[in-house]
């Protein structure tokens, strides 16, 4: 009989602290979507093809913190995707999730990092995209899974971001 009453305790206690996780994040959702609207699915124009690669969408962080996931509009949620990189931005499109777009005028800057979040790889094993949407500043990190796709990514992004950055300076 005491072995039953603990099993009904332990059930009860993790079922409690599994609805407040599910509360706090879907809290935390709410909150970040009250800043921002939903980013982009699609590009208004895509352009040329620059480089394309399979990948592992990690999240997209703050730009300043790169430990604070974004919830909202299914932005917190890991998994397969595939990028693109076109003259006029990136997409990123993710399993079983809404398609990620980030214009050409809102992307900032592309680096490579090692943490965010959760996940941890080898150095330089993420690519960061930090891009602005509605004013907030905010970062992608994505794991590219071939090597060769992983530099052709980077390259392609860093030539429309000094693109970007030379019309924004001639302005």
Known sequence: MAKQSMAIISLVLFLLLAGLAIRAWRKRAAE?????????????????????????????TRAANHLERIN????????????????????????????????????????????????????DGLISVSWIHEGVNLATQVRILEPSGRSAIANALEEIIGTNTKKRAAR
Do not use: H, W
């Open 32 to 60: 970040q979507a009250a800043e921002f609207s939903a980013p982009l699915e699609a590009l208004d124009f895509f352009g040329e093809l620059l480089a394309q690669a399979n990948a592992f969408y990690v999240a997209t």
């Open 72 to 123: 909202a509009y299914g932005l917190g949620a890991r998994g397969i995707s595939q990028v693109f990189v076109f003259t006029e931005g990136l997409l990123i499109v993710r399993k079983g999730e809404r398609p990620l777009a980030i214009q050409r005028s809102n992307l900032v800057s592309v680096d490579f990092t090692q943490v965010a979040i959760d996940k941890a790889v080898e150095r």
